[in-house]
């Protein structure tokens, strides 16, 4: 069983940055695809990027290029660099892990085992 802690959300002004971090335990880090996710009130959850632990390898949605998924195989941690935040970046950011072997790297939510309690980024205008 995987447990997933976020951490570092807050409140920032338009144009301001946020870094989020997730701290894993109860699995081998390393073989684990991990993810986040994003849900805004009254919007379905959707996805924001994803990292593989082999190689490193990643996959963003439409924050490519403002947001920066990363890892640290050796504090079991997966962390989402967020900068040029806008309003509509408001939600509460979910982690989310998978172990099973994965050619290509998930967008659906439901490929995904394991999940945090979120954290909640509210951007300002």
């Known amino acids: 069983q995987v447990q997933l802690v976020e951490s570092g959300g807050g409140s920032v002004q338009a144009g301001g940055s946020l870094r989020l971090s997730c701290a894993a335990s109860?699995?081998?880090?390393?073989?684990?695809?991990m993810a986040w996710f994003r849900q805004a009130p009254g919007s379905r959850r959707e996805f924001v990027a994803a990292?593989?632990?082999?190689?490193?390898?990643t996959k963003y949605d439409s924050v490519k290029g403002r947001f920066t998924i990363s890892r640290d195989n050796a504090k079991n941690t997966v962390y989402l660099q967020m900068n040029s935040l806008k309003p509509e970046d408001t939600a509460v950011y979910y982690c989310?892990?998978?172990?099973?072997?994965?050619?290509?790297?998930?967008?659906?939510?439901?490929?995904?085992?394991?999940w945090g309690q979120g954290t909640q980024v509210t951007v300002s205008s």
């Open positions: 989310a892990a998978v172990r099973r072997p994965i050619p290509e790297l998930p967008k659906l939510s439901g490929a995904y085992d394991y």
């Open positions: 109860g699995g081998t880090f390393s073989r684990y695809v």
């Open positions: 990292i593989r632990g082999s190689d490193g390898s």
